[in-house]
């Protein structure tokens, strides 16, 4: 990697103050993904439309991440990673703003697009940023901050969405939740000139043919899953769905294509020689489609089935928030060490327990037994995601890390889009007849997508022992 040092201070303290700049992005992006959740509704009973409008505030962000995520390392590599970077947190702050003002439904889901484009340009660029400015155990140090703070930005996001919500600051009132990201990209944008400069010795090109049928066939597939009833679907969803999934095919058989003739495809396709990165990756997919549907739920539920406000539907969200804290340090400092795979497999079982008690909870009145399940189902997300990211890349080469990290990343995004289009979807349609029913009926259909997760991660087992040494 070839690292431009003389354009910009190295000194230990702006290698730190660096850090945070690069910290306090990566925790941006992932608030926003998750705080608009709890401010959908809001938006939607200000804004009009129609109501799954309340689903595309979210999957709008996610989709376009997921699928330029790719695309965004590659711009790095070969324009240089800080300056993509801030171009990158610009049109972040540009389209937080524009998100504030927008006049309608439709601008709101454009713009939060344009959002969601400008975060998969600043994510992959704080790996290589961080490589660049440490050496030795301080790289180790550097990197290892990066999960807490996650983790940190995870429990916030909901919460956050609904405190900032309620308190109409100035009469704001939803738009505060787009208006927070603005002075936190302006001091990183004020930070950013202090990077280390950094770009890969030799320029990929770009792949925009790729690019375009990633986005196409997502998009075909999404699409119809929000805007229709699951039961009553009409012909052309099935048709919209299977021309996606063609166009998905005719990405991958592109890929192979171009790597081929000697040109670098967005995805190596070495990683698929083996049944185990595959299998992370279908993993990946229901696991997230499962988790960020089931938060959506609780959402909706409680706003749009309780007449709850949005403080309230944010706390409610709180001992989700607060058990995947706890059980992500614990399983990350001792459970994971000694047991290895197992705890992945011991976090979807108390997801699921955890799952099936928030079903049993929801017909009661008191909020205790629906409040200790969700503590129970975060307990069981923390487990479950220490351990997964670790075994997924336990088999990929180093040749294949970036490509793999990347992949792994973007359908991350595109299960979390699906999962907010299906659960939010079975929510929305069947509470015209019945709150408590929908509710239950979307917990149902996450359960289905845990015990298909459990199916999947069958295929990626790691030996402990292979797993612990990269810990």
């Known amino acids: ?18 850090l945070v700049a690069l ?17 959908g509704p809001v938006i939607h009973a200000d804004l009009g439309g129609a109501v799954s409008g309340i689903q595309w505030f979210s999957a709008a962000y996610t989709l376009a991440f997921a699928v ?5 390392g590659r ?10 970077f801030q171009l990158g947190v610009t049109g972040f702050l540009l389209a937080s703003l524009a998100c504030a003002l927008a006049p309608s439904a439709e601008t709101l889901i454009g713009v939060r697009a344009v959002q969601g484009a400008a975060a998969a340009v600043i994510i992959p660029q704080t790996f290589g940023l961080i490589r660049a400015m440490f050496t030795g155990t301080e790289t180790a140090k550097a990197l290892g901050s990066i999960g807490p703070v996650m983790g940190l930005a995870a429990v916030c996001g909901p919460v956050l969405g609904g405190v900032l919500t309620h308190a109409d600051l100035f009469g704001s009132s939803w738009r505060a939740v787009f208006l927070v990201n603005v002075p936190l990209a302006a001091a990183v944008l ?39 009833d699951p039961t009553h679907r009409p012909s052309w969803n099935w048709i919209a769905i299977a021309t996606g999934l063609a166009v998905l095919v005719g990405f991958a058989l592109q890929q192979r294509h171009r790597a081929r003739s000697g040109r670098r495809p967005l995805v190596e396709p070495s990683l ?62 001792h459970l994971v060490p000694r047991f290895g795979p197992r705890i992945l497999y011991a976090g979807l079982a108390v997801l699921l327990a955890g799952t099936v008690a928030a079903i049993a909870a929801y017909p009661g009145t008191h909020p205790v037994p629906l409040l200790g399940a969700l503590a129970v189902a975060g307990l069981g997300v923390g487990l479950f995601t220490t351990p997964f990211f670790t075994i997924a ?79």
């Open 1 to 18: 990697m070839l690292t431009e040092v003389a354009s910009a201070p190295t000194g230990h303290r702006w290698r730190w103050l660096g």
């Open 23 to 39: 910290l306090v992005a990566e925790a941006m992006n992932l608030l926003d993904a998750t705080i608009v959740q709890v401010a």
């Open 68 to 72: 330029l995520l790719i695309t965004g």
């Open 75 to 84: 711009l790095g590599d070969i324009f240089g990673r800080r300056r993509v």
């Open 190 to 228: 004020a930070i950013a000139p202090k990077l280390t400069e950094d770009r890969a010795p030799q320029r990929p090109g770009l792949d925009p043919t790729g690019t375009a049928l990633a986005m196409l066939g997502a998009a075909l597939i999404v699409y119809p899953l929000i805007e229709s």
């Open 272 to 333: 698929f020689t083996q049944r185990m990165f595959p299998a992370a990756l279908i993993t990946s997919t229901l696991f997230f489609a499962a988790m960020n549907g089931l938060m959506l739920a609780v959402v909706l539920h409680a706003e749009i089935g309780l007449g709850a406000d949005t403080r309230t539907a944010g706390l409610t969200l709180l001992p989700w928030s607060i058990g995947l804290a706890a059980s992500s340090w614990i399983a990350g400092a």
């Open 393 to 471: 890349l336990a088999a990929v080469g180093p040749q294949e890390t970036g490509s793999a990290a990347g992949l792994l990343n973007a359908v991350q995004q595109l299960g979390a889009t699906l999962g907010v289009a299906i659960l939010g979807s079975v929510y929305l349609n069947g509470a015209r007849t019945g709150a408590v029913h929908a509710v239950q009926h979307a917990f149902w259909v996450g359960a289905v997508l845990l015990v298909a997760t459990a199916g999947s991660a069958a295929f990626m087992t790691v030996p402990t022992r292979a797993l612990t040494r990269r810990l």
